[in-house]
Structure formats: C-alpha cells, structure tokens
Nanobody, 122 residues
Framework: QVQLQESGPGLVKPSETLVLTCTVS??????????WGWIRQPPGKGLEWMGA???????YYSPALKSRTSISRVTSKNPLTLQLRTVTPEDTGLYYC??????????????WGQGTQVTVSS
C-alpha cells in the first residue's frame, strides 16, 4: 500500500522560499511508471495543481506558478521536494503530494498524503 506524508515548516514569511518534502512508503518515487506531484488548496477554494514529475524525470508546472516552483527528488531515497520561491500570503493553504500512474494532471492522482498546512505571514 502506498502511503505519502508531507512535511514542512508550517509558517513562512513573505518573500521567503517554502520547501516541502513528501516521503513515500510502499513504492519508490523512482519507480518507472509513476507520476508524483504537488497540489494545494487555499482556504475556501478548490484544489490547485502545482506541478509534477513524470517517470522520465521531466517536470511539468502550472503556468501560474512555473516561475516560482521547482519539483525534485532524491534518486536514492524517497523524498520528493517542492520549492516555492518568493511566497506571499496568497500561497497560504493546505499542500498535498500525490502519486499517479496514468498522468500528471490533477484528475489522475490515486494516492494522496494527508496534507500539510502552510501559512505565509510576517
């Protein structure tokens, strides 16, 4: 059974860089057939797909976040990381990592972490 667990700082100041980690158990993030992505949910709003890494190692990002987002993985271990640069209070929300077999887009994710709350405030 695949289990995902997000972790991060919880509180970040405006203009700083947010770094989140997703630990995967039950399946390696380097498995050739899996997509791994990050999704967030601002307060009172719907899910927003941020980006994903394909089995090839290629990364795909939301156009709205592409200039500020990086997704990477440690090939010898399981953590999948998200970096979101120059955060603002609008980046506040619940952040999820997810795993998918068929594609990188939001509708494909079969496995989800429980989410980690991120608040951007000075």
């Amino acid at each position: 059974q695949v289990q995902l667990q997000e972790s991060g700082p919880g509180l970040v100041k405006p203009s700083e860089t947010l770094v989140l980690t997703c630990t995967v158990s039950g399946r390696s993030v380097t498995t050739a057939s899996d997509y791994w992505g990050w999704i967030r949910q601002p307060p009172g709003k719907g899910l927003e797909w941020m980006g994903a890494m394909a089995p090839s190692g290629n990364t795909y990002y939301s156009p709205a976040l592409k200039s500020r987002t990086s997704i990477s993985r440690v090939t010898s271990k399981n953590p999948l990381t998200l970096q979101l640069r120059t955060v603002t209070p609008e980046d506040t929300g619940l952040y999820y990592c997810g795993g998918a077999l068929a594609g990188a887009s939001l509708g494909f994710y079969e496995h989800w972490g429980q989410g980690t709350q991120v608040t951007v405030s000075s």
